[in-house]
């Protein structure tokens, strides 16, 4: 398989499996929080909610890989590009093992987690134990990523509650239809327009959380390929060498105009990196008509130049005060940005077979396990049992913060959103007193915990397997 012998074709089926088995749980973990409310309200019968919620999440997946390509720019450059194959192995297996460890932890005492943050978490303890290694210079994570993502995850539970808040404050000031707050009937369905609205809302959160939570399988799975088969995936063999080529000589002939005696400190080290990674790459793509004709090295070579130059090319644009301005048009700095950006066309994909392997898996997942959460939603995050108003405006805020992130490549969590929400319907209805600080404060500590518990695991589980490796 791929060209590898039959001992690192199993680990590479284990891998690709266990990524399958991460999404799977991520679908009865995560997007049981999609359907909680069509089911709690009983606007659709749990067996149809589910089934329905599964297909809108894998028709998600298909949106886009921004999320996906966040996730795996989020992972130290120094290890995608190792060619060392108990690091890959011994990275992998500590983020697929410490994601599913929390993840299943989390959902057996119905807290509403997010996968988000395990995984990421996972990262963040992987990059940190690789920079422990002996030859090791340091801890590679690219910070700006980071911190990026960082902010996405604190930020986007606070506008979940701030918006619902504020949207069922409106409703309750403009809408005069009582039946629409009032607690949901047991025994039986709402009224037909009310079931269309939180039917609509809650289709909008499983697409969005498809698009959203489920490219993050497929980073995963894009991080096992390239560390483990990086001759097939380290650069899309689907695109042609020569168009490469021509961003290169593109980057080459701009920056051939700039004097670097005329630069700043910053300015002319990027400079010095950014022509020498052209240059390797050129080296290497003169009279290449196809990647498959490629020495194997530089499949691995070409990924991490590309890598490299996108990363500098930032510090190459941006001048620091004080420092001698950088002395190229408008048009020759808007064509090398162009070229860098269709450069990164070239390590940033997806078969479409992995968007299909993670798609299914998050769909069939979606169908399973879903009510310890539907629970903790519906009725143990306020005081009172969750109101029609208040699932349709939790359900519209979380779609709507979960695909402005996914326009933005970052990744949010839809257990953190929803949830937020759901407790910020509760304060617009009652005040403070209305929410169950029990709950609320299990969710907290869950959210705090999250990162440096997942961190250390992770961590902890790379140096053990690369001692045995």
């Known amino acids: ?178 039946k629409l707050f009032a607690e949901p009937d047991k025994k039986k369905a709402p009224p037909f327009w009310i079931r269309v609205i ?31 088969v990086p001759v097939h995936f380290a650069i899309d063999h689907s695109k042609k060498p020569e168009k490469l080529l021509y961003e290169v000589n593109n980057i080459e002939n701009i920056i051939s105009r700039v004097n670097p005696l005329e630069l700043g400190a910053q300015n002319r080290v990027s400079l010095v990196l950014i022509k020498e990674k052209a240059d390797s790459m050129r080296s290497k793509l003169n009279g290449v008509s196809n990647f498959k004709n490629l020495k194997n090295q530089d499949h691995f070579e070409i990924r991490k130049d590309i890598l490299l130059l996108s990363k500098e090319s930032d510090n190459f644009l941006s001048v620091e005060p004080g420092e001698p ?51 903790t939603v519906g009725e143990k995050i306020g005081k009172e049992p969750l109101s029609y108003a208040q699932g349709a405006s939790a359900n519209l805020v979380t779609a709507s913060t979960i695909a402005l992130s996914t326009l933005f490549g970052l990744p949010v969590s839809t257990t953190h959103v929803l949830s937020s929400g759901v407790a910020g319907s509760m304060v617009a209805t009652k005040g403070l007193k209305n929410l169950r600080k029990k709950t609320l404060k299990n969710i907290a500590i869950a959210w705090l915990v999250t990162l440096p518990v997942t961190m250390l695991l992770s961590c902890g589980l790379f140096l053990l397997f690369r001692l045995f490796l």
């Open 1 to 178: 398989m791929f060209g590898l012998d039959g001992g690192m074709t199993i680990i590479l089926i284990l891998c690709l499996f266990a990524v399958c088995c991460f999404e799977f749980i991520n679908g009865f973990h995560d997007t049981a929080n999609a359907v909680a409310t069509v089911i709690y309200t009983k606007s659709l019968k749990p067996s149809v909610a589910v089934a329905w919620s599964g297909f809108c999440n894998f028709c998600g997946v298909f949106i886009g890989i921004s999320v996906a390509m966040g996730i795996v720019n989020l992972f130290p450059v120094a290890i995608l590009v190792d060619q060392s194959v108990s690091h890959s192995i011994s990275m992998i297996s500590a983020l697929v093992l410490t994601a599913i460890i929390w993840n299943l932890g989390t959902w057996y005492f119905g807290i509403p987690c997010s996968s988000s943050h395990t995984l990421i978490g996972s990262i963040f303890g992987v990059g940190i134990a690789f920079g422990l290694l002996p030859g090791a210079e340091a801890i590679a994570l690219n910070w700006q990523k980071v911190k990026d993502v960082g902010l996405s995850l604190l930020i986007s539970p606070l506008l979940g509650f701030g918006l619902t808040l504020g949207v069922m404050l409106l409703a309750k000031r403009y809408i005069k239809y009582k």
């Open 198 to 228: 939180l039917v609509i809302t809650a289709t909008s959160v499983s697409v969005s959380h498809g698009s959203n939570d489920g490219q993050k399988g497929i980073g995963l799975m894009m991080i096992i390929l390239i560390g483990l």
């Open 325 to 375: 301005v950088l002395k190229l048009t408008a048009k020759e700095k808007s064509v090398f940005k162009a070229s860098v950006k269709a450069m990164k066309v070239y390590t940033e994909f997806a078969p479409f077979w992995v968007i299909v392997m993670i798609s299914l898996s998050l769909g069939v997942g979606t169908m399973i396990g879903w009510k310890r959460i539907v629970v």
